[in-house]
């Protein structure tokens, strides 16, 4: 089993009319046995940007920490918040640094640029950046995902149909990967609001 | 008089006194003054602008005061180019102890850290100290708020009022007399903003020459930096009475 393996996970992101949403599952497993069932996947930068990372739980939690630490002291020297560009920028530049020990994650990113357009990418996990105009995917249930996004995406859905979309594509790819499940934790985001909503579904 | 002993920061003089140390702290003492007050329910900085010219372009960031973290701001007198360099070590070394210990760092512990940094430059090195001292203003859990002072030998005390930079003696001694323990952050407004235009040299005081900081708890809990406004300052100035010129004043 490879070490990508070793927890389980699944996360998405989506585009849509001016506002973006980001989903994982809440699955922590140590290969075969479930550990916890409200693990934290997605965390917020700021307002405008979340950042979701599937992978090694550890690194997942002291990749996030790392990145913490790097945007607090971009926001008091700037005296702004991190685009969501240049954000991808700096997590790919933190990846490649561990070019030869690397983080075992791939993060998703997803922010509101200037103008509120939304910006989604995903890496691998040494940083090579991967933009994408309607979804990307990570995690354990990557491939079950990319078929479930390619199937019920489309273009300039409003937060709530993004919201149905993105978790119906979320349930459907999990239930079909043993490592990620139990249920989804999904964040909707337009210029005014942030949305969190827990998902139950197969709950195995 | 003792000029041997100038030249190197890292030997005593005979007296037993470190005469790079006191020189930084002159170059400090010709500087725009800044003024720390602590009250039961927030902190107050307040700092005088020495340079004010038509043609300096106003930018929004402040000059005076800075945010080292959200729960932690400094207010700042002597050389801005050494400041800078503190205030960025001291942003890097709270950052650090976040990601080490995933909660903020606690006020004196930050302070500390950065006075080591200080002393640093008085031991060893053959480098001139920092021409800044510090005033920090922050919250943490265990102690609550808490002002610090601290200035370029590295060595730093807890107030309840302190001043630096130009005529920082004559504003310590009337911060001495007027000050209450207990007091509110209103109060605390006012008693800043009275010592300040009794000590400032120039002769009227402006939300121009000034700069009025905060740091203090919201309803949510959340320790909240809150730097005012070059309106709401005017504002201040004229409820509180000081913004005559001096000669209506006298």
Redesign the interface.
Known sequence: MSIFEYNGSAVVAMVGKNCFAIASDRRLGVQLQTIATDFKRISKIHDRVFIGLSGLATDVQTLY??L??RH??YQ??E?RDMKPETFASLVSAILYEKRFGPYLCQPVIAGLGDDDKPFICTMDSIGAKELAKDFVVSGTASESLYGACEAMYKPDMEAEELFETISQALLSSVDRDCLSGWGGHVYVVTPTEVKERILKGRMD | MSRRYDSRTTIFSPEGRLYQVEYAMEAIGNAGSAIGILSKDGVVLIGEKKVTSKLLQTS??AEKMY???DHVACAVAGIMSDANILI?TA??QA??Y??MY?EPMPVEQLVQSLCDTKQGYTQFGGLRPFGVSFLFAGWDKNFGFQLYMSDPSGNYGGWKAAAIGANNQAAQSILKQDYKDDGTREEAVQLALKVLSKTMDSTSLTSEKLELSEVYLTPSGTVKYHVHSPDSLSKLLVKHGVTQPAAESS
């Open positions: 920490q790392r913490v630490f607090k002291l008091l020297r005296e | 929004t960031s945010k080292i973290d960025n942003r890097v950052q650090r976040t990601f995933q």
